[in-house]
C-alpha cells in the first residue's frame, strides 16, 4: 500500500521504527524481549516505570480512537509505562484534563490538538513544567509554536487533496464532504484539502457526530434535495456506515467514500457499498505517540527532527482490502 505525500517534509517512520526495535531488543540500552508480551510481538522493557497521561478529544462510539488506544496500549506495555488514557469531545474540558494530568505529576504527556487555541494555555503549563509533550493526530500546524517535542499523524490537508484527487479519477462532479465534529482543524482541513483539488463541486455538510440518528436524517435529506450529488465523502468509518442508509433512504445513486477504516468496513468496501478509504493507520499514531516519549525518557531522543511524521494518507480499496483484513479484524489497522 503506497503512501500519498505533498511537498512538506517527511521524517522517515522506517527510521523511527528502526530506532525502536534496536531499543526494545537490546538489553544493553534498557529493554529486553519477553516471549509472554502480547499484542503485536512486544517485548517488555526493564527500564525504570513511568507514568505517561494520553488525552484525546474521543467522540463517544468513533471506533477510530478504539485504534488509537490499542497502538497506545501496546506500546506501553512494551515500554513498562502507566497508561492513564482520557477524553473528552468538548475542547474546555479537554483543556481540564490535560491540567488534571499537570497535577499528577505524570513523566509525559501525548496530546490530540484538534482545538489549539483550547488546548495552548494547559499545554504551555505542562511545557514550563518541564514535562515532555508530543501531539498527535490532529494540530499539524500548531504542535511546534505550542511546545511539542513531535507529531504522529497524517497532513490532513494533504490527505484531503488526494481524496480531491481519487475523486477526479472516479469521475465525481459534485461530492458531499461530511464534517462530524464542527471546528475540528482535522476534518476542516480534509474538506478544504478536498476543494483545492476536486475539479467538481463540493458541498460541505456539518452534522452532529455524537447523534448518529441525526446524522442519517441529515444526509438523507441532503440527497433528496440535490440528486446532482454523486459522491459522499465522510471523514470516519462509522459516518460511511450511516451514510450508506443515507443513500438507500433517500433512493440516490450516491456512492459512498471515506477517510479511515474500521472492522466493519471491510465488508462494505468488498461488498462496493463504500469505495474507498483513506488511512492514517491511527493504531501507529497512539503507538508511536507512546514510544516517542518512551525513547526521550530513557535516550534523550527526539523523532522527526523538528519535522512532523507522517503516518498516512493511504487508500484502502477492493484492490488491497484483503492485505489488511486480517489486521483490521485484530483491531490493530
Known amino acids: ?31 529486553r524481549p519477553d516471549s509472554s508480551a502480547s499484542g503485536i510481538g512486544a517485548g517488555t522493557a526493564d527500564t525504570p516505570r513511568a507514568t505517561v497521561a494520553m488525552i484525546t478529544h474521543e467522540a463517544p462510539g468513533d471506533s477510530f480512537w478504539d ?12 515500554d ?26 505524570v513523566d509525559g504527556i501525548a496530546l490530540t490538538l ?3 487555541e483550547a488546548l495552548a494555555p494547559t499545554m ?28 504522529f499523524g497524517q497532513d490532513d490537508e494533504i490527505a484531503g487533496e488526494a481524496a480531491g484527487d481519487r475523486l477526479n479519477a472516479d469521475g465525481a462532479t459534485k461530492a458531499l464532504c461530511v464534517i462530524h465534529e464542527q471546528g475540528n482543524v482535522g476534518l476542516e482541513s480534509r474538506c478544504a484539502g478536498v476543494v483545492k483539488t476536486f475539479n467538481g463541486s ?38 460511511a456506515m450511516t451514510a450508506v442508509t443515507s443513500v438507500a433512504a433517500a433512493d440516490s445513486n450516491a456512492k459512498v467514500v471515506t477517510f479511515d477504516t474500521n472492522a466493519e468496513l471491510v465488508d462494505t468496501i468488498r461488498s462496493g457499498d463504500v469505495q474507498w478509504a483513506v488511512d492514517q493507520q491511527p493504531f501507529l499514531e497512539g503507538y508511536l505517540a507512546i514510544d516517542s516519549l518512551w525513547l526521550y525518557l530513557n535516550n534523550g531522543n527526539v523523532i522527526g527532527g523538528g519535522m512532523p511524521t507522517l503516518t498516512g494518507p493511504a487508500f484502502v480499496d477492493s484492490t488491497n482490502i484483503d492485505s489488511v483484513a486480517e489486521y483490521v479484524r485484530n483491531g490493530t489497522r
Open 80 to 105: 513498562n509505562i502507566d497508561l492513564r488514557y482520557s477524553s473528552d469531545p468538548e475542547a474546555p474540558n479537554q483543556a481540564n484534563l490535560v491540567q488534571s494530568a499537570i497535577d499528577s505529576k
Open 114 to 116: 484538534a482545538k489549539p
Open 202 to 239: 463540493t458541498e460541505i455538510l456539518n452534522v452532529n457526530g455524537r447523534d448518529m440518528p441525526t446524522v442519517e436524517s441529515t444526509i438523507t435529506a441532503k440527497l433528496q434535495e440535490d440528486p446532482s450529488i454523486d459522491h459522499v465523502l465522510t471523514l470516519g468509518a462509522p459516518y
Open 124 to 151: 504551555a503549563t505542562a511545557v514550563s513544567d518541564g514535562i515532555p509533550v508530543v501531539a498527535f493526530n490532529a494540530g499539524l500546524d500548531d504542535w511546534k509554536d505550542m511546545g511539542a517535542s513531535g507529531f
Open 1 to 31: 500500500m503506497s503512501f500519498v505525500t505533498g511537498h512538506r517534509h517527511v521524517a522517515v517512520l522506517a527510521g523511527a521504527t528502526a530506532v525502536v526495535l534496536g531499543l526494545a531488543a537490546c538489553s544493553s540500552t534498557g529493554g
Open 67 to 78: 485504534l488509537v488506544r490499542k497502538g497506545a496500549e501496546t506500546a506501553a506495555a512494551k
